[in-house]
């Protein structure tokens, strides 16, 4: 065995946990979340969202296909959700360190130490996992050596922290869209750019009220909504216009604080690849990829708002709908990566209601 150190997985609550250190031999800080996905670890840590969170897998197995090599289409990753590891802290059950697939160019324990992050494993992530459900999610941290205090990273502006600095274009397309990242998965640009879309893609308080565009989207990203008060003024502004906008995860939120609803935090989120959302007014259930921790409460939406989406789980809000404007949102991830590809076509509409919106300003 390459690494024998024992580490300490440490609670809010006072409990500790024992277990191997695999990636980085250091402490760190964070909120303990899980997630019941069984695969796409490669995608889950890079995701912006999950940044200052400790992620317990609940999968037993982790680490046993490795991790893939980079690969880059006109300087977006093909493989990756970001250019990083986000999360703060891994757990997991059993860490496989014999690894094999056909594209895998490293383990999931060297990967960790490239970007100093530690894993623990040998813990009953299971047994922790109903720990997190019945009081909630939790501050947490993993020491090795030296003790760190627990940190709360919801209290910090962790959108500022994984947003770019300037603004890039991609594509040629028809359809000019300002993607507003507050921290994008690659693969909404990805899916953008597999359809006729020219993307502007600019950083979380941009003003990008003064660009010329045809539709506008809000990005996932990490921490509390109410963090992003420049983006939720600019997105007012464009509420009052006709130009359709769409919105995922932590940009279904932003729609709805900006349309005058408010949000609030669940309490333990929903983290995995098998969650049943049911569009509103039909029996159509979408099985989807979710990572939120947060949630639009439905009851303070104004008048002209509608809830999109339902949770079968928890009857939580899963998007939110204009009732006459081209505006909505998902809070779960049509784009996958990883999970269920099935609501993938919630592009499409979007685009549809660009091209219908272009149409009525062209007669
Ligand atoms: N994936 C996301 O965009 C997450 C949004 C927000 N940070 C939450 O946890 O609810």
Not at 75 to 84: A, C, G, P, V
Request: overall charge negative; hydrophobic content about 35%.
């Amino acid at each position: 065995m390459e690494n024998t150190k024992q580490v300490k997985l440490i609670l809010e609550d006072g409990t500790e946990i024992e277990g191997t250190s695999f990636g980085a031999f250091t402490s760190s800080a964070g909120e303990v979340v899980f997630s019941t996905a069984m695969t796409g670890y490669p995608e889950n840590l890079t995701d912006p969202s999950f940044a200052g969170q400790i992620l317990v897998l609940t999968y037993p197995m982790v680490g046993n296909y490795g991790v893939p090599g980079e690969e880059l289409y006109e300087s977006i990753s093909k493989i990756f959700e970001s250019d990083k590891i986000h999360i703060a802290g891994l757990v997991v059950n059993y860490y496989s360190e014999e690894h094999s697939h056909w594209n895998a160019a490293k383990s999931l324990g060297d990967w960790l130490k490239e970007y100093n992050i530690p894993g623990i494993f040998g813990v009953d992530t299971r047994m922790l996992t109903k720990k997190l459900r019945e009081k909630g999610a939790m501050l947490g941290k993993i020491v090795a050596e030296t003790d760190v205090p627990l940190h709360d990273p919801n209290l910090d502006n962790l959108v500022a922290q994984v947003s770019p600095a300037g603004v890039q274009h991609y594509g040629h397309g028809q359809h000019k869209i300002v993607l507003v990242d507050c921290g994008t998965k690659t693969n909404i640009i990805r899916c953008f750019l597999e359809r006729d879309v020219e993307l502007i893609r600019v950083p979380w308080d941009y003003d990008f009220t003064t660009l010329d565009y045809d539709g506008l989207f809000l990005s996932n990203g990490p921490g509390d909504p109410k963090m992003c008060a420049p983006t939720i003024q600019n997105l007012h502004k464009a509420l009052q216009q006709d130009k359709p906008i769409f919105g995922i995860c932590l940009g279904s939120q932003l729609m709805g604080l900006a349309a005058g609803g408010d949000t609030f935090k669940l309490k333990y989120g929903h983290r995995s690849h098998n969650q049943p959302v049911k569009l509103t007014g039909t029996q159509h259930c979408y099985i989807t990829s979710q990572n939120h921790g947060f949630a639009v409460d439905t009851e303070t939406l104004p008048a002209e708002w509608d809830m999109l989406f339902e949770n079968l789980n928890d009857g939580t809000c899963e998007g939110i709908k204009h009732k006459t404007k081209p505006f909505f949102s998902t809070q779960f991830h049509p784009e996958a990566a990883g999970g269920p590809q099935d609501t993938e076509f919630l592009f499409d509409d979007f685009l549809k209601a660009v091209v219908e919106y272009k149409e009525t300003q062209a007669k």
